[in-house]
T-cell receptor, first 118, second 114 residues
């Protein structure tokens, strides 16, 4: 159980175009989803937190107009990188959190998306 | 604010031996969770083990166990009978009860020597 998928796994795009990344919880309903960015050989950097049906909460320094997050259902969140530039090239990872009985929450991660902007 | 510190950037262990990865954390909360995640070369983050701070008993998952020292704010991971598939980057993380945001350490790269 607790499987999270991400699509696409790898995308190459031209500078100035927009790219959408999907994150799905396959066998549970995710009350909250998270989007991370990971640079080579570094830890995960939280970009934003999204709850179904409400606006995402962005971390300090993350441009919300550039990284659009939509959480339309309890199983799907999307991250759109708008007007992508080479500096946006990175590994993007989503996670989904399920509130189990007793109130404990654990994040389960998708496999990640490698974005390369030419 | 929470902080998580992993002081060992790299560790190596002989196959079948035991290795311990260190993690210390700081939080002002009384209820919180601690996690170890594994990131193999595929880069898929995998939950290894979770510990609720209110539980005194150390969590165990097969060959993986933790030594949770609440007063010392220490949360080390012990891997017994190390296997080649254990080679990965290991991240220690924490979150507060009721707030699912994770705070990650910088990671420890574990190499298994055949």
């Amino acid at each position: 159980g607790a499987v999270v998928s991400q699509h696409p796994s790898w995308v190459i795009c031209k500078s100035g175009t927009s790219v959408k990344i999907e994150c799905r919880s396959l066998d549970f309903q995710a009350t909250t989803m998270f989007w991370y960015r990971q640079f080579p050989k570094q830890s995960l950097m939280l970009m934003a937190t999204s709850n179904e049906g409400s606006k995402a909460t962005y971390e300090q320094g993350v441009e919300k107009d550039k990284f659009l997050i939509n959480h339309a259902s309890l199983t799907l969140s999307t991250l759109t990188v708008t007007s992508a530039h080479p500096e946006d090239s990175s590994f993007y990872i989503c996670s989904a959190s399920a509130s189990w009985q007793g109130g404990t929450d654990t994040q389960y991660f998708g496999p990640g998306t490698r974005l390369t902007v030419l | 604010a929470q902080t998580v510190t992993q002081s060992q950037p790299e560790m190596s262990v002989q196959e079948a031996e035991t290795v311990t990865l260190s993690c210390t954390y700081d939080t002002s909360e009384s209820d919180y969770y601690l996690f170890w995640y594994k990131q193999p070369p595929s880069r898929q983050m995998i939950l290894v083990i979770r510990q609720e701070a209110y539980k005194q008993q150390n969590a165990t998952e097969n060959r993986f166990s933790v030594n949770f020292q609440k007063a010392a704010k220490s949360f080390s991971l012990k891997i017994s009978d190390s296997q080649l598939g254990d080679a990965a980057m290991y991240f220690c993380a924490s979150s507060n009860f009721g707030n699912e945001k994770l705070t990650f350490g910088t990671g420890t790269r574990l190499t298994i020597i055949p």
